[in-house]
Structures are given as C-alpha cells and as structure tokens.
T-cell receptor
Framework: EPEVTQTPSHQVTQMGQEVILRCVPI?????FYWYRQILGQKVEFLVS????????KSEIFDDQFSVERPDGSNFTLKIRSTKLEDSAMYFC?????????????????FGEGSRLTVL | DAKTTQPPSMDCAEGRAANLPCNHS???????VYWYRQIHSQGPQYIIH???NNETNEMASLIITEDRKSSTLILPHATLRDTAVYYC???????FGQGTELSVKP
C-alpha cells in the first residue's frame, strides 16, 4: 500500500539553527500539506501546496517557515532560526482532491511524523 | 475559519457501539464531512467521509443529519485498539478541531 514517508523521524537542534524536514508524498497525489502537533495538543494545520505554490496557510505559518517541492518527489518544510516553541511533531500529508479544486481535500494520507526538539 | 465542535472525551465499553457526535453548522452545500483518528502520537488516519447520505465502510458508519449541520461516527463494536482521538473536519478547510478522546474500556 502506498504511503507517505518522512525524514528524519527525530531531529534535535539548537535554538536559532535552520531545520529542513523532508517528506515523500504518494506519487499520484496533487495536494501536499504540513501539520504540526505540540505535545499534548491538537493537530494544527500549517500549509497546503498545489501546483508548485502555496494554496492556503494558517497564521502559524509565518516568514520563519517555507515549503518547497524541489525535485517532483520530495516536499520539504524549512524552519529558519528555530525557537523553543517550534518543538513539536510535524506531519506531512498528501491527497487527491475531490469535488473541485480546493473545495474538498479528499482523503489525506499522513506520514508518521518528524519530531523536532529545539534546545 | 470553519469550526467543528466535538465533546472532549467519551468512554465506551469494549464490544459496544461508540457514537461520536460532531457539529459542523458552517458547512457549505458541497463540502464533505471527513473523520480521522489519531492513535497515541502516530499520524492521523482517515476513517470515512460523506456528503449527504449515510456511509459505511469496514471501519465505521457515518450518519449525517438532513440539514447537514451535524454528524455521528459510529464504531459498531469498539475494541481496545479503537482508543484514540477522533477528529471531524469540513471538506476543504483542512482544520482539525479539538477532537474527542475516546477511551474504550474492558
């Protein structure tokens, strides 16, 4: 069964450092997403990406964050100058939307997450 | 932002049906309702989705009210492995609410 894969599974970094989290979405999917989950809290939407551009982003996704699909298979989340409060589990997801572009996301397939610890 | 509301927690006896409600009063006419669950800190897992009609798959059933402002996810014979946080979402909004923490007890 196809799956979304994420690397690294766990990364420890120093405050102020840059971090890149990588995701390989399911090959025929068209929409890509990043979510985060701070320990003990709910899953929070960060950004969605379609046709090589951001289609929607939350207020959490500020200038510190960026996403890229550099080579047609990987989908990356870059966090510049990490802060303590960026410590969280980051989930990548992908989907094939239904019901018209952007209206219905279709079933989201999630990866197992990358745990980021900022010291 | 679209907002769904769910009870924060529920208990269910093993083998009994678990009925998880969700209010989605701001849903638009062609938005689907999706349900996901998250077991421990794993990636969320898709369960089921629907538009107007009730739906059933190998995991669960989904009952949507006629006005589409609420729905109920039914796990017909809950097992201990169904203990998880269950989230309902509206179509293209990509927003997870607080979810319902379901505890299935022996």
């Amino acid at each position: 069964e196809p799956e979304v894969t994420q690397t690294p599974s766990h990364q420890v970094t120093q405050m102020g450092q840059e971090v890149i989290l990588r995701c390989v979405p399911i090959s025929n999917h068209l929409y890509f997403y990043w979510y985060r989950q701070i320990l003990g809290q709910k899953v929070e939407f960060l950004v969605s990406f379609y046709n090589n551009e951001i289609s929607e982003k939350s207020e959490i996704f500020d200038d510190q964050f960026s996403v890229e699909r550099p080579d047609g298979s990987n989908f990356t989340l870059k966090i510049r100058s990490t802060k303590l409060e960026d410590s969280a589990m980051y989930f990548c997801a992908s989907s094939v939307p239904t019901g018209g572009r952007g209206l219905n996301t279709g079933e989201l397939f999630f990866g197992e997450g990358s745990r980021l610890t900022v010291l | 932002d679209a907002k769904t509301t769910q009870p924060p927690s529920m208990d269910c006896a093993e083998g009994r049906a678990a009925n998880l409600p969700c209010n989605h009063s701001t849903i638009s006419g062609n938005e689907y309702v999706y349900w996901y669950r998250q077991i421990h800190s794993q990636g969320p897992q898709y369960i089921i989705h629907g538009l107007k009609n009730n739906e059933t798959n190998e995991m669960a059933s989904l009952i949507i009210t006629e006005d589409r402002k609420s729905s109920t996810l039914i796990l017909p014979h809950a097992t201990l492995r169904d203990t998880a946080v269950y989230y309902c979402t509206q179509g293209g909004k990509l927003i997870f609410g607080q979810g319902t923490e379901l505890s299935v007890k022996p």
